[in-house]
């Protein structure tokens, strides 16, 4: 893990020592679904010392990795948060998330995102990824942590939200109906629910 920060390759360079077979290297913001096999085997055989692989877009500036959490605590509820007047939907709610920054690593961006929105703190590791989803340009990794804390000791970020809930799945259903929840989010909950379920029943009757 990095101290300070080593550039692009800097990684690699510092684990030269302990690299004795082939490897890729893969960034965190800018993997796919790629024919990695294909692309090893064509390495191979033309003995390339190294290979590089490139995936082009349309847009560049629409390209990039996205990261979400949704915090339960273990009771049957998922935390929520309402989106400020000043941003788009405002007004409706969601779980947390937004844009990975460059250099960042998906963990490292959504450790920052939940902090930066709740307050929450918590370790890379502590982050359970759920599944990720390609949608055009933008990858999107899903994540969840089991943290039981009162509402009172969050700390909502000034533009960006203004309310905060425990949800029930019953509630999120409703506020789905209601459109107090947007397409976006309640498509990504309907995706993770079944899994979010099996979490907080276990963390609940432990």
């Known amino acids: 893990r990095e101290t300070v920060p080593l550039g692009s390759a800097g990684c690699v360079k510092s684990a ?6 082939r490897f890729f290297v893969v ?6 679904r790629r024919d990695y096999k294909g692309f090893f085997r064509q390495h ?8 590089l692989l490139l995936y082009g877009v349309e847009d560049p500036g629409e390209y990039g990795l996205v990261v979400c959490v949704w915090v339960y605590d273990g009771a ?30 998906s963990r490292q961006a959504v450790a920052r995102e939940l902090f930066e929105e709740t307050g929450i703190r918590a370790e890379e590791e502590e982050f359970e990824l759920l599944g990720s989803d390609l949608d055009r340009n933008i990858f999107y990794d899903h994540y969840c942590l089991h943290r039981a804390v009162r509402l009172k000791d969050i700390v909502l970020q000034p533009g ?11 509630k999120v259903h409703w506020m789905m109906r209601t459109g107090r929840i947007c ?7 309907r995706r993770q629910e079944k899994a ?5 029943i276990n963390k609940r009757r432990g």
Do not use: P
């Open 76 to 105: 049957g509820h998922v935390l929520l948060t309402r989106r400020a007047k000043e941003k788009s939907f405002a007004g409706t709610w969601e779980n947390s998330g937004g844009a990975a920054q460059a250099g960042e690593t």
């Open 160 to 170: 960006e939200t203004d309310a905060v809930m425990w949800a029930s799945f019953g």
């Open 183 to 189: 397409k976006i989010i309640a498509g990504q909950f």
């Open 44 to 51: 191979i055989e033309k003995g390339s010392k190294a290979s």
């Open 27 to 32: 960034c965190g913001d800018a993997y796919g």
């Open 196 to 200: 979010l379920r099996l979490r907080n």
């Open 16 to 21: 030269e020592g302990r690299l004795e077979e």
